[in-house]
């Protein structure tokens, strides 16, 4: 029990930080500075776990792990489930999630109705669907997935390694793409 309620405390440490960080500096890859601000809290983590008592003070022994180390390696594995399967699809869904976009788009409109036109041009707060492109290729371009060249986009080795693992996972799970 200890390891849980220390990786729900250090969860929360971990959202409380990406937050605050959020709030007072311009973060342009905000999944990476999630990223390291996670890893941040392992060793806080682990400093927590080896520095308090097996009951936290306040456990009865039924909910005392005999195994310590067992226990402490359960504990910064729900940690680890809770941001990677948790707080970073949370903010990914609503950073770049693109139809959440449209949704909150029309939500926010005078009547909550667009036509497609008008959500063509005004998607993204007023920024529009070419803002949304240019956004997605820089981000792209910043990360060496791809490079302009001659006008063109062309993907680099590093691209193309993940179009391909992510293409096949798609494959395998069947989500289709239209061609």
């Known amino acids: 029990m200890k390891g849980l309620l220390l990786a729900a405390a250090s969860s929360l440490l971990c959202v409380a930080a990406v937050t605050v960080v959020f709030r007072i500096v311009d973060v342009r890859r905000r999944a990476a500075a999630m990223l390291r601000i996670f890893l941040a809290t392992i060793p806080l983590y682990v400093a927590a776990?080896?520095?308090?008592?097996?009951?936290?003070?306040?456990?009865?022994?039924?909910?005392?792990?005999?195994?310590?180390?067992?226990?402490?390696?359960?504990?910064?594995f729900v940690h680890a489930a809770l941001f990677f399967g948790g707080w970073l699809q949370v903010y990914n869904l609503a950073e770049r999630g693109f139809s959440l976009r449209i949704l909150i788009d029309i939500d926010e409109s005078p009547g909550r109705a667009l036509s497609p036109?008008?959500?063509?041009?005004?998607?993204?707060?007023?920024?529009?669907?070419?803002?949304?492109?240019?956004?997605?290729?820089?981000?792209?371009?910043?990360t060496r997935l791809m490079v302009e060249r001659d006008g063109s986009l062309l993907a680099t080795h590093k691209g193309v390694r993940v179009a391909r693992l992510f293409g096949g996972l798609r494959a395998f799970l069947q989500i289709d793409t239209p061609q």
């Open 49 to 76: 776990y080896a520095l308090t008592p097996a009951d936290l003070w306040l456990l009865p022994e039924r909910l005392v792990e005999p195994r310590a180390f067992l226990c402490g390696v359960f504990g910064l």
């Open 117 to 142: 036109e008008e959500e063509e041009a005004g998607y993204g707060g007023g920024l529009g669907m070419g803002w949304m492109l240019d956004k997605r290729i820089e981000g792209l371009l910043s």
